[in-house]
């Protein structure tokens, strides 16, 4: 191995060690706002959903409460005959049809129902038939509207849901309000409770499973290609980097090229005329082109990076080791007011060192 220590005025110092042994520049930061932005989109997409998925059930509801109440409605109908427009008109049901009306109150989800004539007067309440007081009121009066109790008794259709409480009600029921015929003429309206417990519960959890299976397809069709994106815009940055550092340092040691060396020297030079001084060695290796000769290659680039490895392990942080050419390097040593050789000699082997070291005057 030879070297040759040259002496300079304005010294020059630069800290490739440090700069090469940083990692590649990391991906900014603006990056990882993407998967957030992608999860703040799911969480907006359940919540969403979820409205959804209320709205849906309800409707759902609504129109099976109405198919009830309707089909409820004609079957009685049905049933009484004659005598429907005879209690519609305050005449006291025979005992078949009270047979039947209390028949009716215990068919399948109806567990309550109240009946108004073509007036929209209270004529029969379930709960009590035999109590006239239970008869008070109006339709108009029941709704609090009049103007729906007129559409009601045009033909109209009301359905409003509810949630009750046990023993009285069930936990969750409609009310739907549906003409009373008899020979296709609407005589009166019929307000048909409906316990909807059930089938409540079994659309919401219909519907959440919906809700969960198309988020999950969303989610899948837009974070797959956010993913892609993603990644190529790592990746682009992440070879940009690496450019950038290959810009100002050899590929095979890391160390810094000789462009980094005359940049760091630039700055240098102005800190070594304040007081001070430096050196400046540089290492060549014999032989080594016979060495790639002889075994190739990869062991003349092991050999490389052991003298570049070696060559740190000897200086400084604050100094500079950087490679010029195939097998030469140079070490920028700032020595303050020391002499060059006493740190750096011990590694290079004896006979063929030289050393200088000059203050700035």
């Keep these: 191995m030879q070297d040759a220590a040259h002496a300079a005025t304005p010294g020059a110092v630069m800290r490739a060690v440090a700069l090469a042994r940083r990692r590649l520049p990391r991906l900014p930061r603006g990056d990882a706002y ?20 209320e709205r849906a059930a309800a409707w759902v509801l609504r129109a099976d409460a109405e198919a009830t109440a309707r089909a409820w409605a004609v079957a009685l109908g049905e049933t009484l005959g004659d005598e429907l427009p005879a209690l519609l008109a305050h005449q006291e049901p025979s005992p078949g049809a009270q047979a039947a009306l209390a028949q009716a109150q215990r068919g399948g989800e109806v567990f309550r129902f109240q009946l108004f004539n073509g007036r929209g ?32 008794l045009a033909g109209g259709v009301q359905v409003h849901a509810e949630h009750g409480t046990a023993p009285h009600r069930p936990a969750y029921y409609a009310e739907a309000y549906v003409p009373a015929r008899r ?26 499973v919906v809700q969960l299976g198309v988020a999950a397809l969303v989610l899948l069709a837009g974070l797959l ?28 040691t890391g160390l810094p090229n000789r462009r980094r060396l005359l940049e760091e020297a630039a700055r240098t030079i102005g800190r070594a005329r304040r007081g001070g001084s430096a050196a400046l060695l540089l290492v060549d290796l014999d032989r080594f082109k016979r060495v790639n000769d002889l075994y190739g290659q990869p062991a003349g680039d092991r050999i490389i990076q052991d003298v570049a490895q070696r060559l740190r392990g000897v200086t400084r942080d604050g100094d500079a080791v950087a490679r010029l050419g195939s097998d030469e390097f140079a070490v920028v040593a700032d020595l303050g007011g020391r002499r060059a050789g006493g740190r750096l000699a011990p590694c290079l082997p004896p006979g063929r060192r030289a050393q200088a070291a000059l203050r700035p005057g």
């Design 34 to 53: 993407l998967p957030l932005a992608l999860a703040l989109a799911a969480l907006l997409l359940a919540a969403g959903g979820a409205v959804l998925n």
């Design 121 to 152: 007067e209270l004529v029969f309440v379930s709960d009590d038939p035999q109590d006239p007081q239970s008869f008070e009121g109006t339709l108009a009066s029941h709704l609090g509207s009049s103007e729906a109790a007129t559409r009601l």
């Design 183 to 208: 020979g296709g003429t609407q005589i009166g309206v019929a307000e048909v409770y409906v316990d909807q417990t059930a089938k409540q519960e079994f659309h919401r959890r219909a519907f959440l």
């Design 225 to 252: 290609p956010a993913f892609v994106a993603w990644r190529r815009t790592c990746e682009s940055r992440a070879a940009k980097s690496r450019a950038e550092f290959l810009a100002t340092h050899d590929a095979l």
